[in-house]
């Protein structure tokens, strides 16, 4: 079987070509990255650099193949609409128009849950269920424009497969658990309504055993939506708890009311915006609104359609991930 990836360089398209290359599959990579297109090259894995906004890149670094797997997008609480539209909505079309140039018929395409969010707690969201009148982030937004028009092609062109895996995390995270450890050198670790929202998290493992599944599921497994999690909901407080055990690192935790969070977030958004500041908050409204309210997802679609069952637990993930990041050499604190 033949998978081409886009996002190769980033840490889940990186992680799932190391994997399926693994699996004896023939993968071809693609990312901006040249650095770590050599990383994967040493490992045996063909890496073509490409630009998704960058059609005739992308046509000559895609090939007939079985399926596109794609990853590449720009993620994030903060920036312009354009930096979003660009690589989520632009590059998206750029992967399908590449996909017909070449006869690929399947695209497995990464979006977000937090399309989902509403501001309010959430509770057992399922794929069918109504999604919020107005998108809080241009993330989020660009990313749903992007589905919509793969829905829309899917009948008529491809077979699409969309997953909305929550808080991604494992080997090459520069993200979610590095920014854990950030915090852990602050003398107290602020958390937002004494951490009790309640949260779905995805290790990696468990997202590329869903998409590996996928691969070889049955036609009507095809052209549907999927939330992927560890199906073990976990609150902030505990997740954060449980991270700087396994580090070895002690937790401090310092409350913070929502609304006062909310606040400081407006502030550090103020300034972010001036001429001379030109530097990303720290923390956005968005985000704190984001792990202030409860939200968990239903995965029994992904388990009936992709026979899909988390085989790693969330302790299991957070203990593979410190042997990766110790096996690297890199020290905390």
């Not at 009507?220 to 396994?246: C, F, H, R, T």
């Not at 009311?257 to 990303?280: H, R």
């Not at 792990?291 to 359609?305: G, L, R, Y």
């Amino acid at each position: 079987m033949k998978i081409i990836i886009t996002g190769a360089t980033g840490f889940l398209g990186r992680n799932l070509a190391e994997s399926f290359h693994g699996d004896g599959m023939e993968v071809i990579a693609t990312g901006r990255s040249v650095v770590i297109g050599d990383a994967l090259r040493k490992k045996g894995i063909e890496f073509n650099k490409a630009d998704i906004l960058d059609l005739t890149q992308l046509n000559n670094a895609f090939s007939p193949a079985d399926c596109v797997i794609h990853c590449a997008a720009k993620s994030g609480p903060w920036g312009k609409y354009r930096d979003f539209y660009e690589p989520n909505v632009v590059g998206t079309r750029n992967v399908m128009k590449a996909c017909k140039n070449h006869n690929i018929k399947k695209i497995m395409f990464v979006s977000t849950p937090s399309i989902y969010f509403t501001g309010k707690d959430r509770y057992n969201i399922s794929e069918s269920d109504p999604l919020p009148p107005r998108q809080k982030s241009h993330y989020s937004k660009t990313k749903l424009i992007a589905e919509t028009e793969l829905i829309a092609l899917q009948h008529e062109v491809f077979k699409v497969i969309i997953f909305r895996p929550r808080a991604l995390y494992g080997p090459y995270d520069n993200t979610i658990i590095p920014r854990i450890l950030r915090l852990a050198e602050k003398k107290q670790m602020p958390i937002i309504n004494n951490g009790q929202a309640l949260i779905d998290i995805t290790y990696v493992d468990n997202f590329i055993d869903a998409t590996r599944k996928s691969l070889t599921a049955p036609d009507n497994a095809w052209n549907e939506i999927y939330n992927i999690s560890n199906g073990d909901p976990i609150n902030v407080k505990d997740w954060l708890a449980q991270v700087l055990k396994i580090f070895d690192l002690p937790f401090k935790p310092k409350n913070i009311p929502e609304s006062v969070a909310k606040i400081i977030a407006g502030t550090m958004e103020f300034v972010s915006y001036l001429p001379f500041i030109k530097k990303e908050p720290s923390m956005t409204r968005f985000s704190v609104g984001y792990m202030a309210k409860s939200m968990t997802m239903k995965i029994d679609k992904a388990k009936q359609k992709l026979n899909y069952s988390p085989h790693v637990s969330n302790q299991q993930g957070f203990e593979r991930y410190a042997q990766w990041y110790h096996s690297q050499g890199k020290r905390v604190l």
